[in-house]
């Protein structure tokens, strides 16, 4: 059974930092990719970054030049440095992963798994 534990998550104020780690455990096959998504009070569900099996990275517009997704395999661990912060940028981030539990997953869509969220409060 996959889980993701993020931590990091805080009271910042603007243009300070932050780095969110979420780690992840459980047997899985193969990761298609991990990504931050971020969800703000009355507003939808948003990609923030993300990276692929092969290494390459997609990031929201609003967040290129401040941001940036990195992983350690060895640790099962994906991070979000968060620089320049904003008030705009205060919402529960959420770690998701896709994955393949075996061989023959490989063949469909990958499944998906989300953490239980971090909050991020950019403030003065």
């Known amino acids: 059974q996959v889980q993701l534990v993020e931590s990091g998550g805080g009271l910042v104020q603007p243009g300070g930092s932050l780095r969110l780690s979420c780690a992840r455990s459980?047997?899985?096959?193969?990761?298609?990719?991990m990504g931050w998504y971020r969800q703000a009070p009355g507003k939808q569900r948003e990609l923030v970054a993300s990276i692929a099996s092969g290494g390459s990275t997609n990031y929201a517009d609003s967040v290129k030049g401040r941001f940036t997704i990195s992983r350690d395999n060895a640790k099962n661990t994906v991070y979000l440095q968060m620089n320049s912060l904003k008030p705009e940028d205060t919402a529960v981030y959420y770690c998701?992963?896709?994955?393949?539990?075996?061989?023959?997953?490989?063949?469909?869509?990958?499944?998906?798994?989300w953490g239980q969220g971090t909050q991020v409060t950019v403030s003065s």
């Open positions: 998701n992963v896709r994955y393949y539990n075996s061989a023959s997953d490989l063949l469909r869509r990958p499944r998906e798994y």
């Open positions: 459980g047997s899985i096959f193969s990761i298609n990719a």
